[in-house]
């Protein structure tokens, strides 16, 4: 409708205006900020040249595209164009009422389109009022009333003032998964970022309605599902539901349709590429042939091609992946050849008002004069999304200034990275109460923040950490940390520890799928003791100052780190002092390895070991440096009460491993949407005790096996295990019911 009146009042004019003519003069009337010359530059008005109702449409067209004018008239007669104009008002302040926090005004003032000092027009008045509505409604604030007028001022001048009611915000009552989803309400709910409102949510933002978050969700459950083989998974629609007195119903309605398995897998060269250079890329396709589709393993893949497309110097490669269904199986070509020889002329970044330019730059793999390459653009990109300090991450490449030049513009959406969490849980085995403070995009330089502290019935951990996660730009993350630790023992076994560290480490890729964390730490310790402690813990008391090296090397064959389904990880660590009161060595090894059987079915095996020794002959290896089987290695019997005592108390051993066995069962009970089942057989065995021999008669296999299950509750989840100890010693202490319940705030 705006178009047609203003087309008509364009052909009105028009009327008044006879066949083309020279404009040898021109008159402009009804201006009074604008001056004439500036008018005859924003209409492209030559002298001199010929005129005709096209050519003035077009100087019509300019003029009210500059905003700065309610009404133009053209006349032109006797090689006179008269030009009559009416001036919009100019704005001269911008007011927001009924919001104090700065943040929310400095959202508002960037989204709005009319500015201070600019001129007035109604429809971009229109547009800022629901641009404002929409903005707070994307945050949560679905009942915001925006109210809105006009001040006016003299010398055709305006204020603007909004008044803006927030309302309560729009908290989620409860979570819904409708359709052919498959897999229960439980497993779809630790895939997405909302939550439900519970009363003791005080502190979490994903109670609230946001739809940039409900956009994640939807992306997250379509990456579930299509790393699991539904190719053609749809999450149809997302219904949002206001429930009178209690809030909103968030829906989520799938379809999951047929799971998939690969059946050919090829790769097609174009005559610049030889076929020898893609061998190992061949048979990582061969290998994937009839089992289920999967993103994760294309995508490894097609990391594999940019790689090789970097280390042979092939600057112009493409790929192209074609995906093709018949019946249950899906048939995957990727097309390799070259493209057109541009290269990039200019980078520029956009929408970074935090973040500094050189943080986003830093994870850039093209830079200026580099070969234009749309696969290293685009793992650029997905660097950029993986840092999760923007909400959104988008590209568009140009023209540049000769054909042959590219440039490539980022433009980035930024979002909050601050978040703080208070846990608390309890079980068969104590209360623990946790809190945690993050930044992940400190003072926008990419720093990230983490804050700790952890307590127990007897234990108190606290730790601070630093890390930069492209140091010096090369693309490994480098970590300092400070920790504390207190155990306080005293009452019941006569000792206390206290253990303060400073850390520094690093984390990166060395080759394929072969991972290095190297770590060197600084130590305070003291170790008290009391009457009720025995003589050989009273042995050990005193302060010590250690420094150790660490390092692990890991192998991750693993399809994805979350929600695993196959493939394996072997890691080895190992802790070497350089200076110690009391030295000794620590080694390591853990494997696991996953299946995926029939229905759905992931059964998982997991091997755990460590084994510490002192390097010196005149001391053994400290009480807090013993080791233990974590609790979550071996059910069926209490948190570290197996393997050697003295006094009554656990002291763990010189020696510690044990074996998994867990199949789980994700379909099993489908009624019950809220609760995941598994079953599981474990064995385990702590031993040796080098400062008394004596004390190391219960050197033997621990076994239990039974069923395990976490129910998403109203207050948390709930995880319990029923076991049944298949073998143990006098000394170890059972446990046939294992629970804990844990929730955050």
Sequence with gaps: MKKFIFYFIIVFTLTTISNAEIVKKINVT?????????????????????????????????????????????NLKNNVLNIIVSENPIIQNIVFNGIKAKKFKDVIYEIIVLKEKTSFTTSKFNQDINNIKNAFRNSGYYFVEVEAYKKVLANNSMDLIYEIDLGEKAKIAKIEFIGDKIYKDSKLGNIILSEETRPWKFISRRKFLDERRISSDQRLLEVFYKNNGYYDVKINTTNVNYLENEGFVLTFNISAGTRYKFSDLSINLSDDYTKDDFLEIEKKLSKLKNKYYSLNKIKKILDKINKLSEI????????????TTDGDKISIDINIGQSEKYFVERVNIVGNSITNDNVIRGELLVDEGDAYN?????????????????????????QGSTPDL??????????????????????TSGGTLGFNLSENNFMGKGIVLDTDLNITTNKITGRFSIQNPNYNYSG????????????????????????????????????????????????????????????????????????????????????????????????????????SSSPNIVNGLDYSTYYSLKDSIIASIKFYSRAINSLSASDDVRLSKRLHIPERRLRGFERGKIGPTDSGDYIGG???????F???????????????????????NVWGVDYDKKLDGANKIRSAFGLSATWHTVMGPLSFSLSQDLSKTSTDVPESFRFNLGTTF
């Design 476 to 579: 490994n993350a480098v970590t300092t940390s400070i920790e504390s630790t207190s155990v306080d023992r005293s009452a019941e076994f006569g000792y206390q520890t206290d253990k303060t560290g400073i850390f520094l480490s690093t984390f990166f890729e060395q080759y394929e799928d072969i991972y290095l964390s190297p770590e060197i730490s600084v130590n305070y310790e003291s170790l008290q003791t009391d009457d009720k402690a025995s003589s050989a813990m009273k042995k050990q008391a005193g302060t010590f100052f250690d420094s150790y090296l660490s390092y692990s090397i890991v192998r991750d064959k693993r399809d994805q780190k979350f929600n695993t389904t196959e493939g394996n990880r072997l890691m080895f660590t190992q802790t070497v002092p350089v200076y």
């Design 654 to 660: 010189n020696y510690a491993s044990a074996l998994s």
């Design 312 to 323: 042979k110097d092939y600057q112009f490669l493409t790929s192209e992946l074609v995906e």
């Design 30 to 74: 009804g201006n009074d900020r604008i001056a004439d010359e500036t008018i005859i530059v924003f209409g492209a008005i030559i002298k001199n040249e010929n005129y005709d109702a096209k050519k003035l449409n077009d100087v019509l067209k300019n003029l009210y595209q500059t905003d700065f004018f309610s009404d133009v008239k053209l």
């Design 374 to 398: 749309s696969l290293i653009l685009n793992r650029s990109l997905n660097n950029l999304r993986s840092r999760n300090i923007f909400a959104s991450v988008k590209e568009t490449t140009k």
């Design 662 to 684: 867990n199949t789980a069962f994700p379909k099993l009970f489908s009624g019950l949407q809220n609760a995941d089942f598994s079953l599981f057989l474990d064995a385990g």
């Design 406 to 427: 590219k440039v490539i513009e980022i433009e980035i959406e930024e979002k909050a990275t601050g978040e703080i969490a208070i846990g608390a849980g309890v079980g």
